[in-house]
């Protein structure tokens, strides 16, 4: 039996104890902006975080997984089709370059924003006819920020969910403070970081470049067709909860109101199918797993790259799953094919040698988490830069899917597989990835519930949104150093101009 002293000191010790008040239950409106499953399966990972702390979460989107308890679900998949297998020549022509890239996205997201804004349930919470009260809107940018309208127009707190890296172009709107390309890699930099001068000039103009593009686009846009979000000046969110981590993202410097839950949508691993499973284990030499993800059709690639890829895997000595639509000829007898494959559950067993992957966020963080090594074919977007990191950590070999061949494809594969640095680096870095004090899904219960503690926790944010882009760059205190020293050289120059003429 303990003494009462002891009991007294223990009750003591335990109100020392740091903690925090739970915040009350919480009405938040969710709105998925963008129709990507890979986009969705980050939202939704937050989404349950949330609901499973007690929150009433009522979610705007085009992937419907059912209501249940504090969850209710908006069907927006007429007005927002899935982006789901496209035509790989498509998204070539139209988002393969940098400028392409820039100047549909813009259109795209404010398109998305129409839809969502133009929902019959979302017209009746704008306009206030709903008995339904919110505290919290959740939702995603990728370029413009229409999407901040509903939090505007409601009056509450806001938070944006970056299912991607940090996006560079929206980081001076979003929090107030531009990265230092001299040290941070641009989003479609394709590099984790700039080495070399050549690269720093680069990745300095790629910066101005994206910016000062996508400005002009919306410009443009809210010229021509202009929207009610084009009127009104719109919150910024209060928390950011990007899906990045120091395994794929450069350590650099961020602003307390930037939360990185990197792998929040991993899942514990089920069992695999019986018969993927048995073509998995009765492999004494090894599985390679191949996707191109949700978003590409693997199908509509040029048939030359297909076919590379088909000579050169049926040459390896390892069995291959091949995430792939339709029937495929010529198939190699080493080779099974299916439209969908658990790829969570494959990369966790120990059986696979190798992922070779276009490097989306999410089959990163699973194959960082599994500790599987990498063969990147990036294809655009974050996908460049997400392998870099990857090579950069030694568990990763790079190369432009378009030269691809069936040699270059080849030796890649036999380098990785048959070189052990490539899976102890891999290891290494599953055990960094999964070495943290608070889990993703902990880090967003908390940093949510923090902002509705604290009425939006606008001590957060920083005193750079406050500035002009010539305040924060210091063009204006500059300007008037010049000016002085000119003023100062000037009376100089006639000074010594007046001494010589009367010398």
């Given amino acids: 039996m303990l ?71 908006v069907d927006l998949s007429d007005k927002m089709g899935q982006r789901l297998d496209l035509n790989a020549t498509f998204l070539i022509e139209n988002f393969g370059t940098t400028r392409n890239f820039m100047m549909n996205i813009m259109p795209v997201t404010r398109s998305y924003c129409d839809m969502v804004y133009e929902h019959r349930q979302m017209a009746d919470i704008l306009n206030e006819t709903t008995e339904q009260k919110f505290n919290l809107v959740i939702t995603e940018a990728l ?7 509903t939090a505007t127009v409601l009056q509450v707190p806001m ?25 941070t890699g641009h989003l479609l930099f394709g590099r984790f970081a700039p080495e070399t001068f050549a690269e720093r000039f680069a990745n300095l103009v790629l910066t101005v470049y994206c910016s000062t593009l996508m400005w002009y686009t919306e410009w443009q846009l809210r010229r021509a067709d202009p929207r009610p979000y084009d009127i009104v000046d719109l919150v910024r969110p209060s928390i950011i909860f990007t899906n990045t981590h120091v395994i794929t ?142 090579v950069n950590a030694g568990m990763a070999i790079s190369m432009d899917l378009l030269s691809v061949t069936e040699e270059t494809f080849l030796n890649a594969i036999l380098e990785i597989v ?44 920083s005193h750079a949104q406050n500035l002009a882009w010539y305040q924060y760059l210091l063009v204006d205190v500059l300007s008037a150093f010049l000016f002085i020293a000119l003023v100062f050289l000037f009376i100089i120059y006639y000074g010594l101009k007046l001494i010589y003429k009367y010398i």
């Avoid at 370029?143 to 309208?149: D, L």
């Avoid at 004494?284 to 030359?304: A, D, K, Q, R, W």
Wanted: glycine letters at 6%; hydrophobic letters at 40%; charged letters at 20%.
């Fill in 249 to 390: 993202e450069s350590t650099r410097s961020l602003t307390p109101d930037l939360v990185q839950i990197g792998g929040i949508h991993l899942t514990p691993s089920k069992p695999i199918p019986k018969d993927i499973l048995e073509f998995i284990e009765d492999a004494p030499n090894g599985v390679i797993y191949f996707t191109y993800g949700s978003v590409v059709s693997m199908s509509s690639l040029p048939e030359n790259i297909l076919g590379a890829f088909r000579k050169a895997l049926a040459r390896v000595p390892q069995k291959v799953l091949w995430k792939y639509e339709g029937e495929m000829a010529d198939k190699p007898k080493n080779v099974m094919t299916r439209k969908w494959f658990p790829q969570r559950d494959i990369l966790l067993h120990t059986n696979v040698k190798l992922f070779i992957s276009h490097g989306g966020i999410s089959g990163v963080y699973e194959a960082v988490d599994g500790g599987v090594p990498v063969l990147g074919l990036p294809f655009y977007y974050d996908q460049p830069r997400n392998i870099d990191n990857l």
């Fill in 143 to 149: 370029a413009s920020e229409c999407v901040a309208y």
């Fill in 418 to 461: 048959n070189n052990d640095r490539y899976q102890k680096n891999a290891k290494i870095a599953s055990e960094r990835f999964k070495d943290r004090p608070m889990s993703p899904a902990e880090l967003v219960v908390y940093w949510t519930e923090y902002l509705l503690r604290h009425n939006g926790a606008l001590h957060l944010k």
């Fill in 3 to 73: 003494s009462s002293a002891a009991v007294l000191t223990a009750f003591c010790a335990w109100l020392a104890l740091p903690r925090w008040t739970p915040a009350g239950a919480a009405n938040i409106l969710a709105v998925e902006t963008i129709p990507s499953k890979s986009h969705w399966n980050v939202m939704r990972a937050v989404l349950q975080a949330l609901t499973d702390r007690g929150h009433t979460v009522t979610v705007f989107t085009p992937f419907l997984d059912g209501h249940r308890h504090g969850y209710t679900v």
């Fill in 159 to 183: 938070v944006y969910v970056v299912p991607s890296p940090i996006i560079t172009y929206l980081e001076r709107s979003m929090t107030g403070h531009v990265p230092n390309p001299a040290a």
